[in-house]
Nanobody
Framework: QVKLVESGGGLVQPGGSLRLSCATS????????MSWYRQVPGKERELVAS????????NYADSVKGRFTISRDNAKNTVYLQINSLKPEDTASYYC????????????WGQGTQVTVSS
């Protein structure tokens, strides 16, 4: 069975930091682009960051550039999101996504981890 399991979310004060992890199994991790998305109730799911299947040039939403860093460890089948200088507007459920690099084929989602930024 394909599994994507996010962890690391929680309640944090503005300006704080969290490190989210997404541990995966059941597919060839190194053949998949990995991304983090976030979603708040009543709004569309938003792409936050992505990283190519073998690493390299990363991509970020304008709202998180300079604060969030995506990375991956293909030996551990795990993708990470380091989130710094958190703002209340970062509050959301954060989801891990795996998309086959060829553009055709499977697209997998985790169940999400909640990040709440509040004073």
């Amino acid at each position: 069975q394909v599994k994507l399991v996010e962890s690391g979310g929680g309640l944090v004060q503005p300006g704080g930091s969290l490190r989210l992890s997404c541990a995966t199994s059941g597919f060839t991790f190194s053949s998949y682009v990995m991304s983090w998305y976030r979603q708040v109730p009543g709004k569309e799911r938003e792409l936050v960051a992505s990283i190519p299947s073998l690493g390299g040039t990363t991509n970020y939403a304008d709202s998180v550039k300079g604060r969030f860093t995506i990375s991956r460890d293909n030996a551990k089948n795990t993708v990470y999101l380091q989130i710094n200088s958190l703002k209340p507007e970062d509050t959301a459920s954060y989801y891990c996504n795996a998309r086959f690099r060829g553009g055709y084929g499977n697209n997998y989602w985790g169940q999400g981890t909640q990040v709440t930024v509040s004073s």
